[in-house]
T-cell receptor, first 110, second 117 residues
């Protein structure tokens, strides 16, 4: 089944404790991206990657890192999480004009 | 820059009522337009899309027409069901922004729809 998977689905952590949210797609898509969803703000792009080893900032990249060592994986890294990064995070891959979203990761930073 | 504005929510309807969710946009190029739906606890799914002016996208009884003259892409359904309860996002993809042939997706803020039996 064609899909985008994310792990973990839920995470509660404390300020400053490094964490990684994994994302994997099995559709051989070149373009992948990360979004955060906050009430009243819709989805905002954090980072995107047009191919392996090619990443670039989206609209809200501060406090996040990404890497793209393989085509299928695009992890999101929070080196020192802060409470304002509490949010719902979505990974997506894209074919042409259509994006395919993962199920989301709900992150709470205390 | 590009932007998408959706009608304020939440929207509450009775089953079989007519649905309209308004969406207007601003873009520098010639965008493609999308409606995505997010069911409770799930990620976003593409509902329908239109890639040029006057195109009508349709799926699952929903439809939306790309109106360049009014920069709008309103979502409509003639008779909603309880199972349509979800959050609906209007979005645009502008090839002149984002460095790819399809551009970056820009989302509206989402509209919560609740349908009662």
């Amino acid at each position: 089944e064609a899909q985008v998977t994310q792990n973990p689905r839920y995470l509660i952590t404390v300020t400053g404790k490094k964490l990684t949210v994994t994302c994997s797609q099995n559709m051989n898509h070149e373009y992948m991206s990360w979004y955060r969803q906050d009430p009243g703000l819709g989805l905002r792009q954090i980072y995107y990657s047009m191919n392996v080893e090619v990443t670039d900032k989206g609209d809200v990249p501060e406090g996040y890192k990404v890497s793209r060592k393989e085509k299928r994986n695009f992890p999101l890294i929070l080196e020192s999480p802060s409470p304002n990064q509490t949010s719902l995070y979505f990974c997506a891959s894209r074919e042409g004009g259509t994006q395919y979203f993962g199920p989301g990761t709900r992150l709470t930073v205390l | 820059g590009d932007s998408v504005t959706q009608m304020e929510g939440p929207v509450t309807l009775s089953e079989e009522a007519f649905l309209t969710i308004n969406c207007t946009y601003t873009a520098t190029g010639y965008p493609s337009l999308f409606w995505y739906v997010q069911y409770p606890g799930e990620g976003l799914q593409l509902l329908l899309k239109a890639t040029k002016a006057d195109d009508k996208g349709s799926n699952k009884g929903f439809e939306a027409t790309y109106r360049k003259e009014t920069t709008s892409f309103h979502l409509e359904k003639g008779s909603v069901q309880v199972s349509d309860s979800a959050v609906y996002f209007c979005a645009l993809s502008d090839p002149s922004v984002g460095g790819t042939s399809y551009g970056k997706l820009t989302f509206g803020q989402g509209t919560i729809l609740t349908v009662h039996p």
